[in-house]
């Protein structure tokens, strides 16, 4: 893990945030590779759950909600953690990673009965701060697709099965965050409801418990790495029938990327009651109304962006050196080629250099390199996981080919530079 934390700070992928003035505790900046890393994620979920599908629909909610949103979801009265603190160094505890409910675990002194704590960031809307203007921010993106159900369906007047899809930040006030960005209290959701009949919810439920663990296996994620675990109903949320992880054997231990549950009819008729709205389905073959039940899969984008790195992060013996790449599935890679000089004392090699990669750039995430000999950056580009690198030398100015390098297996190969493009395309389609 601590490798995999260097990389991702000295290659540009997540940085500590605030980081000039002594860090703010837990909080992380994504930065040029990093970010592009996180973005693919998020279009490879899109692409899967709502471009390639004919059953589900986009959306992007607010992060404020009317607060009698989080009242009759249960979040005001339900989101909490039991803590204690300790009298002695002043610092707090969740109650449940104590195996000592008495005794501090770092300084030894005494802890305070365990208390109740929401678990949600309270702010007030407004210049005045009182209790008429006070605002959460959203600790799940959940809630903003049950409120717009009846918008959805006077819009796009969808047949059931139908699902509604939302990437958003959501914000929760831990107590004990940590392992680098797996939990974190700001930090981005990627959440479908899938709203079926009540009678198909266990149905729908098996088949997006096995499609959401094959979504990570088609990215990359090593089979080995990853299991499904049933929820015992000691650990049900209140409104819950069933729930299964999708779990990742980190460095720390196995790990929830996603959890997929059937929330039965609960949000829909938990608004509908506090609003007076109705958010009932009407079926007109069937000619009734009724309240569908939602299957809901809900991924973290950090911790999943956390498993792609760790299981991508190789070390591998060449020539007596240890060479670290990054094996990022190419839907994944940050970037996809990197164009480089042989020679950067060549004004002519440089100028065909950068023509090239200014041209593939219309067409793929390429950079263009010439800090460093060519070794240094090879490496560089393989602990980033480029997955092409193209080598500009003297002898492309006479005959008009490149060196193309695969990042997985080193394999060189002359390729034409009108010819390059192509090549490239077809090799990342």
């Keep these: 893990m601590e490798k995999v934390v260097s990389l991702c700070k000295r290659r540009g992928f997540i940085f500590a945030g605030s980081d000039i003035y002594g860090g703010l505790s837990n909080t992380w900046d994504y930065g040029p590779y990093g970010?592009?890393?996180?973005?693919?994620?998020?279009?490879?979920?899109?692409?899967?759950?709502?471009?390639?599908?004919?059953?589900?629909y986009g959306m992007d909610a607010a992060i404020l909600m009317h607060p009698k949103v989080w009242e009759a979801s249960g979040h005001v009265e339900n989101f909490f953690d039991l803590k204690s603190d300790c009298k002695q160094c002043k610092k707090r505890f969740k109650d449940a990673d104590l195996s000592d409910k008495k005794k501090c675990p770092e300084c030894g002194g005494e802890l305070t009965e365990a208390r109740a704590f929401n678990l949600m960031f309270k702010t007030h809307q407004g210049p005045v701060e009182d209790a008429q203007n006070v605002v959460y921010l959203r600790p799940e993106t959940a809630q903003g697709i049950f409120v717009n159900f009846a918008n959805l369906l006077d819009a796009r007047h969808p047949k059931l099965p139908f699902g509604i899809a939302q990437i958003g930040k959501s914000f929760r006030n831990e107590i004990t965050p940590g392992n680098f960005t797996f939990r974190t209290r700001e930090f981005e959701q990627m959440e479908l409801e899938y709203f079926v009949r009540p009678e198909k919810s266990e149905e729908a439920y098996a088949y997006w418990v096995n499609e959401r663990f094959n979504w990570y296996l088609r990215l990359g994620l090593k089979k080995e790495n990853l299991k499904q675990r049933p929820h015992d109903k000691t650990e049900l949320a209140h409104y819950a029938l069933a729930c299964t992880d999708v779990e990742y054997n980190f460095p720390f231990g196995w790990s929830e990327l996603e959890g997929i549950a059937n929330r039965t009819d609960f949000d829909l008729k938990q608004h509908a009651q506090a609003s007076g709205k109705d958010l009932q389905y009407f079926d007109d073959q069937a000619k009734e109304r009724f309240y569908p039940y939602i299957i809901e899969p809900s991924g973290g984008v950090d911790r999943s962006v956390l498993a792609f790195i760790v299981d991508a992060y190789t070390e591998e013996k060449v020539k007596d050196e240890i060479r670290v790449v990054l094996k990022l599935h190419k839907t994944l890679a940050p970037t996809k080629v990197a164009v480089l000089p042989l020679l950067r004392n060549r004004p002519e090699i440089v100028e065909l250099a950068k023509s090239i990669a200014a041209d593939l750039k219309k067409n793929i995430i390429t950079v263009y390199d010439d800090t460093g000999a060519i070794g240094k950056l090879y490496r560089r580009q393989d602990e980033v996981g480029t997955l092409y690198c193209v080598t500009v030398d003297v002898q492309s100015l006479e005959d008009k080919q490149v060196t193309v390098r695969d990042r997985d297996t080193m394999q060189q190969e002359r390729i034409g530079i009108d010819q390059l493009k192509q090549y490239l395309l077809t090799k990342l389609s």
């Design 35 to 56: 970010v592009e890393l996180k973005n693919n994620l998020k279009r490879a979920w899109w692409q899967s759950v709502v471009y390639e599908r004919n059953d589900i």
